[in-house]
T-cell receptor, first 111, second 116 residues
Framework: TQLLEQSPQFLSIQEGENLTVYCNSSSVFSSLQWYRQEPGEGPVLLVTVVTGGEVKKLKRLTFQFGDARKDSSLHITAAQPGDTGLYLCAARVDSNYQLIWGAGTKLIIKP | NAGVMQNPRHLVRRRGQEARLRCSPMKGHSHVYWYRQLPEEGLKFMVYLQKENIIDESGMPKERFSAEFPKEGPSILRIQQVVRGDSAAYFC??????????????FGDGTRLSIL
């Protein structure tokens, strides 16, 4: 059974601080996606990473896919209250359409 | 509205009743996925459908649950004889093309099902 473990489960920090959240597995994935979900809404895709070692930037968010394609991290620089939400990682094995999901990191940025 | 539309947003049923959840995919999308999410958990795949076909229902309980995506109209997730454990948020996602590596899925805002 492939599992995606996200850490920390919960993070509350002050506006302006930096943070990193992680998504780890013992399985190798063909691709990994990060989503953000706000209360009462569906997940919104932030980024897809495919190549081992790949780094993608989205404004203040930096996503990295591990060299072995088993893990990923999301780093937020100078966090803002608008970054508050549930950050979910989801991954595919081979070309299977099924996404395996982590339980998410609940992030709160205090003004 | 170009997004994935789910209705109702909230549904309350008593134990033993039937629940019908609807999903209209994005315009032009012919692939639909249903997921279930419990509080403080990630999403769990239930079923993948293309127009008039169930491609993969391996994540859906074999009893009481069924799904369809007719040629015309929305996809329907049907839960018969609901039990308290069916309470969850059910999300629908759609994609544009055939199952494809990294094909993005676009999510609706979900139906929150509560069983009394």
């Amino acid at each position: 059974t492939q599992l995606l473990e996200q850490s920390p489960q919960f993070l509350s920090i002050q506006e302006g601080e930096n943070l990193t959240v992680y998504c780890n597995s013992s399985s190798v994935f063909s691709s990994l996606q990060w989503y953000r979900q706000e209360p009462g809404e569906g997940p919104v895709l932030l980024v897809t990473v495919v190549t081992g070692g790949e780094v993608k930037k989205l404004k203040r968010l930096t996503f990295q896919f591990g060299d072995a394609r088993k893990d990923s991290s999301l780093h937020i620089t100078a966090a803002q209250p608008g970054d508050t939400g549930l950050y979910l990682c989801a991954a595919r094995v081979d070309s299977n359409y099924q996404l395996i999901w982590g339980a998410g990191t609940k992030l709160i940025i205090k003004p | 509205n170009a997004g994935v539309m789910q209705n109702p947003r909230h549904l309350v049923r008593r134990r033993g009743q039937e629940a019908r959840l609807r999903c209209s995919p994005m315009k032009g999308h012919s692939h639909v996925y249903w997921y279930r999410q419990l509080p403080e958990e990630g999403l769990k795949f239930m079923v993948y459908l293309q127009k008039e076909n169930i491609i993969d229902e391996s994540g859906m309980p074999k009893e009481r649950f069924s799904a369809e995506f007719p040629k015309e109209g929305p996809s329907i997730l049907r839960i018969q004889q609901v039990v308290r454990g069916d309470s969850a948020a059910y999300f629908c996602a759609s994609s544009l093309k055939d199952v494809e590596f990294n094909q993005p899925q676009h999510f609706g805002d979900g139906t929150r099902l509560s069983i009394l």
